[in-house]
Every structure is written in C-alpha cells, then in structure tokens.
C-alpha cells in the first residue's frame, strides 16, 4: 500500500484521537516521563521492537526519566497514517 501524504486537516482529525502529541515541522511528538533511566530504556526498547515490526523508525530522544519520540515518514515528506498507527502503538505499552 503506498503511503499518502496526509492534508492538514486530516492531520489535525488524527491528532485529535492521540492524547499529548503534537505536530512540529512535518513531525509527530511526545515526550514520555518516567522515575528513573531503566523504565526509560526499557520503554525505548519496546518501542524499538514495534518499529522493527512495522519497518517505521521513529527518531528517538532518552536519558534519565524521560523519553522522546519523534515520527514522519520521510519519503513523502510529511506525515502519513502510518506515523498516527505508530504513535497509538506507542501509546499502548
């Protein structure tokens, strides 16, 4: 299936139904909060393990407490559904 380029107002329905993303230069983000450096790693690990499945690499941001994540999906220059599908993954670990 080829990935279409989503319009802004499609964008905007699909963050809609996503709870503290937000949409930065052509990306999909959220920072996630955690109690010390291994939850961290750990969730950047499961999330890791979703990418590979799904072949979507989100750009990834960590250290102690706190994780970032960063998705777009680079070959159409924007964001697609596979990016709003990754996120609600993450979303459920």
Do not use: Q
């Not at 291994?38 to 499945?53: P, Q």
């Not at 250290?63 to 970032?68: F, T």
């Not at 159409?76 to 609600?88: C, R, S, V």
């Amino acid at each position: 299936m080829a990935r279409k380029k989503l319009s802004e107002e499609e964008i905007e329905t699909a963050l809609a139904g996503l709870s503290g993303w937000t949409t930065e230069n052509k990306n999909l983000k959220k920072r996630f909060e955690f109690n010390n450096f291994a939850e961290s790693l750990d969730f950047v690990n499961r999330v890791g393990t979703i990418a590979e499945e799904r072949d979507h690499h989100p750009d990834v941001c960590f250290g102690w407490g706190y994780a970032e994540f960063s998705i777009t999906t680079h070959d159409t220059g924007g964001l697609t559904h596979n990016d709003f599908d990754l996120a609600k993954e993450i979303e459920s670990i």
